[in-house]
């Protein structure tokens, strides 16, 4: 299967799931859509829309907030996550709104990366969102599902280069929706911690669950009084094991008389092999 077979593959089988592929941010317009998005980093999106009702209620637009005072801001966001840093941004940004653009969200990523922080990529979520540009943007989510199913190369060590190597895959008309499934798969299915690949849609196009399948079988019968770790090449026990990092350059337990990767725990059978996983 080429990538590009993959990548067809994976998002129409997600579409049939996530119907709506949109952002969970509450807005109404183009100034809350950036407000929200510029709180969301480092944050939930669940927490920014328990906080921009009454924070929208407060400030309107651009001119109410640029009227304000970081300080005075603060108090209306101070459960957000760097409350102090992100209410220092949106006074910043409101007087840039008000004073060079009109009392607009501009359109482009180019102008919106000009706003204190915001950038490229939240520029690429406002703009694409609000009007429609092509855009990408690669977050911890579209970078874990991405690299595990490998829609993207072992090359792809950087959202800039998963960003990139996406584009190529998917003409432009579709890079927002894939922005969006990947992000809504990734925070509520292929979560960074215990992936439901076992009920995923996408698992027979995924290459992290088809490393998963080939995963040694748990042992049996083992017998946990004679060492926390079986070694089944050598087939003995023993307490402390030593690392090895294996072609992938994961770190993986091994047995400290022949070095084999074949080890399991004594008391729960399972295999210590651990698969190649991304963060960012
Ligand atoms: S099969 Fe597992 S790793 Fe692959 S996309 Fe689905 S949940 Fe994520």
Known sequence: MTRKQRADNVFSALRKVITEPETELNYQNNWQLL????????????RVNMVTPSLFERYPDSKTMAESSQSEIFKWIRSISYPNAKAGHLHKAAIILENEFGSEVPGTVDELVKLPGVGRKTAQVVASVAFGVPALAVDTHVFRVANRISLVGPSATTPDKVEKQL???????EWGDAHHL???HGRYHCMARNPGCDTCVASEFCDYAERLKKLPSDQEGLI????????ATRKHYFMEPDTISDRSGVEQVSCPSCGSMNVFISKTGRTTRRIKDFRV
């Open 35 to 46: 407000v929200s998005v510029l709180l969301s980093a480092q944050c939930t999106d669940a």
């Open 167 to 173: 584009k190529k895959l998917l003409p432009p008309e």
């Open 182 to 184: 990947m992000i809504l």
């Open 224 to 231: 946990p009084s004679k060492g926390k770790y079986y070694c």
